[in-house]
């Protein structure tokens, strides 16, 4: 079983709508968690921490559920530069990273 | 200009010869990190460093090298260059173990005829 998994999409919404993205992971020890965004030949920079409680950021919203180890992105009201590859990302407390392959979204008009 | 740079930026070489990508970050961060990333692959860890003269091996360290003599320093050697080493190569640094925001440079595009 693969560490961080996720659906590659790509997920093609309009303008306005709401998208979800869904990560699993394997490691039942990992301590902390987060979303990536990288555009398109760019370098991937963090989105925002996924902390236990839940957590907003303006028109994004992350989940994480220990018991069934998933991680989850919403997005309202997406806008076109919401376009991007979305990196679910997992730290298992040491000293590294683990990303996912990540998830495409593309915004239309 | 203060951040995380790379270069080259693009690089062609051909099989068998030893290519230096550079890396150089300017926050004093205590890590640095080289990745590839590939198609189908995502992201992957080649060799990190905890300290100065601190490295350790990522998920796919074969055929590179890494060396870290100053903090802002840190140089990934391709020591015979093959073809399935072609790749994007991501540096990346961050301030201390754990910590989830990691920086990256803007990747160095190697291709291996």
């Known amino acids: 079983r693969k560490e961080v998994e996720q659906d590659p999409g790509p997920f093609n919404v309009p303008e306005g709508a709401t998208v979800a993205f869904n990560c699993t992971y394997s490691?039942?020890?990992?301590?902390?968690f987060f979303w990536y965004r990288q555009d398109c030949r760019k370098e991937p920079k963090l989105l925002m921490s996924v902390y236990s409680s839940g957590n907003e950021d303006g028109r994004f919203t992350a989940q994480l559920n220990r018991a069934s180890q998933y991680i989850s992105l919403l997005i309202r009201d997406s806008k076109l530069s919401d376009s991007a590859t979305y990196l679910c990302?997992?730290?298992?407390?040491?000293?590294?990273?683990?990303f996912g392959k990540g998830t495409m979204l593309l915004v239309s008009p | 200009d203060a951040g995380i740079t790379q270069s080259p930026r693009y690089k062609i070489t051909e099989t068998g010869r030893q290519v230096t990508l550079m890396c150089h970050q300017t926050w004093s961060h205590s890590y640095m990190f080289w990745y590839r990333q590939d198609l189908g692959h995502g992201l992957r860890l080649i060799y990190y460093?905890?300290?100065?003269?601190?490295?350790d091996k990522g998920e796919v360290p074969d055929g590179y090298v890494v060396s870290r003599s100053k903090t802002e320093n840190f140089p990934l050697t391709l020591e015979s260059a093959t073809r399935s080493q072609t790749s994007v190569y991501f540096c990346a640094s961050s301030a201390g173990k754990g910590n989830g925001e990691q920086y990256f440079g803007p990747g160095t595009r190697l291709t291996v005829t």
């Open positions: 990302v997992v730290d298992s407390g040491y000293s590294t990273l683990t």
């Open positions: 460093s905890a300290a100065a003269d601190i490295t």
């Open positions: 490691n039942s020890a990992s301590q902390s």
